[in-house]
């Protein structure tokens, strides 16, 4: 694992699931990290128990950001590495699978699934890019969901798709700073947007920590705009390509 000492590190997201253990992992490593999350209770205890500096932020609010960049800006100076990692699914864990279904939706469900997901992430790089140092990487919590179907939540899946497709897209654009963006693509983790019915005796699930790992591989990676699928904790990351995509040597 990387040395990243010294290192600032922002993650949203980061009071619970994958975004409060790669606040774990990278406080270990020396890192300076400060976890955004709208949690702020949850996020004051885990965030700061972790290692990290706590800020309360809204990810799919741009004055919530505004505010957030400037907090940012004036403690942090550069940030390294940028951990886009907020998600949800459409319906809260304790509702049925039906609910999740596309013919239940709700705008206000529809409008807060888009605000957090894609939103969130396109208002965190609007935001945080000033901010970035020339030569830092970003990675953005994706999905398998946003790889394949996932027919249980075809709304989760659309936003998950338009994530990888924007992290392709940049690379481009970015890397005149040289700076990298890779999306994180992981099947089931045990996390708490998993719906209750899906956790039955036969699932397997990921834990977070295990995905963090992998996390802070793709800081260190000189690979950019790729799609990296995670499936089981036994085997790493692996980039999925795009149709016409070709292979980038590491």
């Known amino acids: 694992m990387s040395d990243f000492t010294g290192k600032s590190i922002v993650i949203t997201g980061a009071a619970s699931g994958i975004g409060a253990a790669v606040v774990s992992r990278a406080s270990g490593l020396g890192a300076q990290v400060v976890g955004l999350d709208i949690n702020e209770s949850m996020g004051e205890s885990i965030v700061r128990k972790r290692g990290g500096r706590f800020h309360c932020c809204d990810v799919s609010d741009l004055d919530s950001w505004e505010e957030t960049a400037r907090m940012l800006g004036e403690s942090m100076g550069a940030i390294d590495h940028l951990h886009l990692n907020a998600g949800i699914q459409i319906a809260p864990p304790e509702a049925s699978i039906a609910e999740y279904q596309f013919s239940a939706m709700t705008p206000e469900r529809y409008k807060r699934l888009i605000g ?56 481009a654009e970015l890397g005149t700073r040289q700076i990298r963006i890779n999306a994180l693509c992981p099947g089931g983790i045990d996390t708490g947007i998993i719906p209750h019915d899906q956790r039955t005796e036969e699932a397997v699930f990921m834990t ?31 980039v999925m390509l795009a149709p016409g995509q070709k292979k980038q040597s590491d």
Do not use: C
């Not at 901010?131 to 398998?144: E, N, P, Y």
């Not at 709304?155 to 992290?167: E, I, P, Q, W």
């Open 116 to 171: 957090v997901n894609i939103d969130g992430v396109v208002y965190g790089l609007h935001h945080l890019l000033p901010l970035m140092r020339d030569g830092g990487s970003i990675v953005v919590t994706g999905s398998l969901a946003g790889i394949v179907p996932y027919a249980i939540d075809p709304l989760y899946s659309m936003t998950k798709h338009a994530v990888t497709g924007l992290v392709r897209s940049l690379k």
């Open 208 to 238: 977070p920590e295990n995905v963090a790992d992998e996390v802070l591989m793709l800081f260190t990676t000189e690979q950019s705009g790729a799609t990296w699928a995670k499936v089981s904790e036994a085997k790493a990351a692996w």
